[in-house]
């Protein structure tokens, strides 16, 4: 039986918390910033954990996680 691969754009995007929740980046926070607001951008700095409507694809994208 071959080996199960990691999607290589899901191993970029997202890292598996000790805890079991995945981290991910904030979208909107890369260009086109001098239309957004102040608010909007110092909401998006950090990182967030995937929503759980998206766990079952991303746990498929990162089957050794």
């Known amino acids: 039986m071959p080996k199960m691969k990691t999607k290589s754009g899901a191993k970029k995007r997202f890292r598996v918390r000790p805890g079991g929740t995945v981290k991910r980046g904030q979208a909107?926070?890369?260009h086109i910033l001098t239309k957004k607001t102040t608010k909007n951008k110092?909401?998006?700095?950090?990182?967030?954990?995937?929503?759980?409507?998206?766990?079952?694809s991303v746990s498929r994208m990162l089957p050794n996680a």
Do not use: S
Request: aromatic share 6%; proline share 0%.
């Open 28 to 30: 909107f926070k890369r």
């Open 42 to 56: 110092r909401q998006l700095r950090g990182a967030v954990g995937v929503n759980a409507d998206n766990m079952v």
